[in-house]
């Protein structure tokens, strides 16, 4: 009990580091971000917050898979035999690992826009006029995968808590296949 507890706990935390420090970024550290008076300032301190989080970031989602695969074995028998069980594990799955990239994708954009913060913006994803297209598509991208971002992280999270109520004794021996 005390491995599938601790592999669910890290499990459970890191989904909400991920969920809570991308919806803080977007709305916390972006807005306060762009009320800096000098506009060249407004991504490079946006860059230099996401920066700092991206270490416990990594490190989250490194935590994450490895709970992952120890609650997956732990529940081996459970994934082949009830209904809908293994089916569900291969969609969260899929959305944590496209939730992943899309994360991933966004720090590489982020790298982007703090090296053209020389060009000032309105804010960490609000291009400024006269700013050039790599620097606009750049940041039109981050505008819209601030939102979905946590979005893929409260999907895991709900699919998580979906995984768990599988779990309870009547849905474990309504859904087990002969």
Do not use: C
């Not at 913006?121 to 819209?144: D, F, I, V, Y």
């Amino acid at each position: 009990m005390a491995g599938n507890l601790l592999a669910r706990s890290v499990h459970d935390l890191t989904a909400a580091a991920w969920f809570g420090g991308s919806l803080m970024g977007a709305v916390g550290l972006n807005g306060a971000a762009a009320e800096a008076k000098d506009p060249a300032e407004r991504t490079r301190l946006s860059s230099a917050g996401w920066m700092r989080w991206a270490p416990l970031q990594t490190a989250a989602f490194a935590s994450h898979l490895l709970a992952d695969l120890a609650i997956a074995w732990e529940n081996k028998g459970r994934i082949a035999k009830q209904d809908g069980v293994a089916r569900d594990t291969v969609i969260k799955t899929a959305v944590t690992v496209a939730g992943a990239a899309v994360t991933l994708y966004a720090g590489i954009l982020g790298k982007k826009v703090d090296r053209l913060a020389d060009q000032g913006a309105e804010g960490a994803t609000e291009p400024r006029a006269g700013a050039s297209e790599e620097l606009k598509s750049s940041q039109q991208q981050l505008k819209m995968l601030q939102w979905a971002i946590p979005g893929f992280a409260a999907a895991v999270i709900i699919l998580g808590a979906k995984h768990g109520e599988m779990q309870r004794p009547k849905n474990v021996l309504t859904g087990l296949r002969s």
